[in-house]
């Protein structure tokens, strides 16, 4: 079993205090690990988001995860498209109208407020959809569900520049993937955030997330320590050469998220999010 452990450089503060002293930037050169930031939404905005999405009473699209998984999107996951992207951008766009009306009918921009907060702590600079081809962009976030046993296996996020599916990524972007979770409802019990005491110099190879490799890392020789994120908090985290995992859900209540991957614009000195 993996040694309990507390290795992380963790740092921990309200929204309203959002800003850039060891901000993202602290991500980006190694200096932390992870930041937790209170306050992103209001338990009761939480449960009246949760509560819509239980139902999908705003009628998003729904991409599942591969069955092992016992996961599933409101929206798409550029990690699950086809690299064929025409679909997706056309989905982002639909997803981006159904969310400004789902935030309009809870009285918040819901994407804005992440975003905001996103670009105090990042000193200022501009926090906006990835480009894709023309006028079009990715998705700045998705809602996730994790059932009862879903998970998400341990991997390295920078793998996923690899993927055909990311060569506008590629193109637009520069520098390791940071990835953030906003939590609007917790598990009963687990899933939970795991980060390992492993850094990444080559995220290509190791750790795929994909279930059907036959030879992978026993991680059971690595610490580990969990990070909990409560209601209405975010956790920001150096994920690209962090491996990291979501520990399996135990309990009957599905663990609800919203959640996105991040990083440096190649041009304008902004950051780029994806869903």
Known sequence: MNEAANFLKIRRQDASAAGPAAGLDGLR????????????????????????????????????????????????????NAPDLDDYFAAAARFETDLQRFGDSLGIDIAGRVLAVLSALDGGRPFAPAPGPGSSRHFATTFRGHRTGGYIPAHF???????????????????DILSFVVTLAEAEAGGMLELYDLLSEDPATGHRNDDQLAQKPDLTKLRSQLVPVPAGSMVIVRSGRRLHRVAPVEGNRTRWTLCSFMASARAGGGTYCWG
């Open 29 to 80: 050169d190694g200096s932390l690990d992870v930041i937790l930031v209170d306050g992103i939404f209001a338990p009761h905005l939480c449960a009246a988001m949760v509560a819509a999405l239980e139902s999908n009473a705003p009628g998003f699209e729904v991409t599942e995860f591969p069955g092992p998984f016992r996961s599933f999107f409101y929206g798409r996951n550029l990690n699950l």
């Open 157 to 175: 996020d920078n793998e996923q520049g690899f993927r055909p599916s990311y060569r506008h990524i590629a193109e637009t972007t520069t520098g």
